[in-house]
């Protein structure tokens, strides 16, 4: 089944010790989101690639980093952890369908960060 | 005020129960909208998309768009133990990638 794929699903780490998270699609949709969300909160957009175009959400921390080597593969890349990153990291995936009804976005199932 | 306006809940309904979970916006130019059910420690899972307004039905589910009062809702029947479950809306505009999520409700299904 085409999907979206997260590793690892759950993720310790110690303070300040960089992390790396990957997600990987079999959607082949060009555009890829990573969400970082809070227990009882909405997910909060840290930045998306249309193909290998970055935007970055202006209040995304600099402690935060992404990669896409190719179409199937995003990574995010946190270098130096704090007590507050300790979140579900949510990847998602859409296809560029402007100016038609199709255009949505499928989640993967999240890492979960923990941060000592 | 937020973009995307929605009742944390929890809302606790019997087994059987017609369920209205609903989102208010504020952004007139949104005509992509979406309802998303997350289970506990789970990833978003996409229920139901509509364009533009109007109603869409899928077996138990129904999602309505009012964008003359910047309203939808998601209608569940018969709901089931099995719908406990948090429910997110989301929309957005034609003209970027940014979907605005709503901070979610968490339904309850008693059995």
């Known amino acids: 089944d085409a999907m979206v794929i997260q590793n690892p699903r759950y993720q310790v780490t110690q303070f300040g010790k960089p992390v790396t998270l990957s997600c990987s699609q079999t959607?082949?949709?060009?555009?890829m989101y990573w969400y970082q969300q809070k227990s009882s909160q909405a997910p909060k957009l840290l930045f998306h690639?249309?193909?290998?175009?970055?935007?970055n959400e202006a209040d995304t921390p600099d402690n935060f980093q992404s990669r896409r080597p190719n179409t199937s593969f995003c990574f995010l890349d946190i270098r130096s952890p704090g007590l507050g990153d300790a979140a579900m990291y949510l990847c998602?995936?859409?296809?560029?369908?402007?100016?038609?009804?199709?255009?949505?976005?499928?989640f993967g199932p999240g890492t979960r960060l923990l941060v000592l | 005020q937020k973009e995307v306006e929605q009742d944390p809940g929890p809302l606790s309904v019997p087994e059987g129960a017609i369920v209205s979970l609903n989102c208010t916006y504020s952004?007139?130019?949104?005509?992509?909208f979406m309802w998303y059910r997350q289970y506990s420690r789970k990833g978003p899972e996409l229920l139901m998309y509509?364009?533009?307004?109007g109603n869409k039905e899928d077996g138990r589910f129904t999602a309505q768009v009012d964008k003359s009062s910047k309203y939808i809702s998601l209608f569940i029947r018969d709901s089931q133990p099995s719908d406990s479950a948090t429910y997110l809306c989301?929309?957005?505009?034609?003209?970027?990638?940014?979907?605005?999520f709503g901070t979610g409700t968490r339904l309850k299904v008693l059995a």
């Open positions: 998602a995936t859409s296809r560029d369908r402007r100016g038609t009804a199709q255009e949505t976005q499928y």
């Open positions: 959607l082949n949709h060009n555009v």
């Open positions: 690639y249309y193909d290998k175009d970055f935007n």
């Open positions: 952004n007139s130019a949104f005509q992509y």
């Open positions: 509509t364009y533009s307004s």
């Open positions: 989301a929309m957005k505009n034609s003209g970027t990638y940014k979907y605005i």
